[in-house]
């Protein structure tokens, strides 16, 4: 099959497109064929060695696709699935243990489902298990219009609690409000620890939802009210440094949470019960993943060294579902998305959705360039 791997760690010059064998199957593992492939940021850190993985490896932890062949018997070839946090899906087929999967409903396609999964399930656990927000709740979202971001303020406003986001320009703040923030802050504009302040009459939030790190995380402590909690969940300016947990006490014997994905889907019915809910709240109108644009090659045209900005809270999407013939003009486009990604390091970066359309020879990218800011220090 084909596959993007890597047998180093390093820049993006290690990423290979090539022949990797078709995964064997284990005891309870399912092999899909994959149509869409999510990337996401712990792909970019997995290639460059900050998240340590064993080479060689093939990159990606996000899919959606059709059951190929199976050894567990939740599973049947032609089942329409999707996953997250297994790594293999920059290929042709993966292998996927069958309790790492769920089935996509009819009413969702591939691409909304690579597109929600990870970044759902995320707003999921956060909004559900980390904090639970309740009506009456005030929460503090930063990077508001991001994929996670956007996803949590509409679910915060489904479930009766107070968002204010954070953003780093207008075009975004507005991105914020339209997803049901009641106000949306200016990173760069305004002293937004005071402005926090200022819309909670001096109280406080109750919760802080920081995927930000470094930029946010100690001015983030004191937006919150005493026995607050700040749910600190990534790191896209970089990690935060060291600090005296005195300071919670300090600010009100503050709670302080730093969680992951992988711990909230673990057991099966977790996992079951998270999807199953995003996707129903999609297909009932009740939360936007926002549009979705493309990453691919195009018949006859020219590859090309740089790419238009995004829009706002746009996502990408790349799709493999081509004869091999094709693969080996893909290897410029391998090389660019990876320079779009790495763009982002150190600054906010709005996990990546793509798609992988290799059907003719010559590579080129449209609007593929993320949205990142950089909040005030």
Known sequence: MKAIYIEQTGGPEVMRLGDRPTPELQKDEVLVKVAVSGVNFTDLNQRSGINKIPVPAVLGSEGAGTVEKS?????????????????????????????????????IDFRTAAAAMLQGMTAHYLSHSTFPLKSGHTALIHAAAGGTGRLLVQIAAMLGARAIGTAGNSAKAQLARDAGASEAILYDSVDWVAEVKKLTDGKGVDVVYDSVGQATFLKGLDCLRPRGMMVHFGVSSGQIEPFDTRGLTTRGSLFLARPTLNTHISDPKELAWRS?????????????????????????????????????AEKFYCRSNVSPAYWQPLTPLVRQIDD?????????????????????????IADCTPTRTRPSE
């Open 71 to 107: 050894t567990s018997e939740a599973f049947k070839p032609s089942d329409r699935v999707a996953w997250c946090m297994v790594r293999g899906s920059y290929a042709e087929y993966a292998a996927v243990p069958a309790k790492m999967l769920v089935r996509v409903p009819d009413g």
């Open 276 to 312: 199953s809910d995003i996707f129903r709240w999609i297909m009932e109108g009740k939360l936007n993943c926002g549009s979705i644009a493309s990453i691919r090659s195009r018949k006859r045209a020219k590859p090309i060294a740089t790419s238009k900005p995004a829009r706002p």
């Open 340 to 364: 779009v990604i790495s763009a982002g390091i150190g600054r906010p970066l709005s996990v990546i959705s793509f798609l992988m359309n290799a059907v003719v020879s010559g590579c080129a």
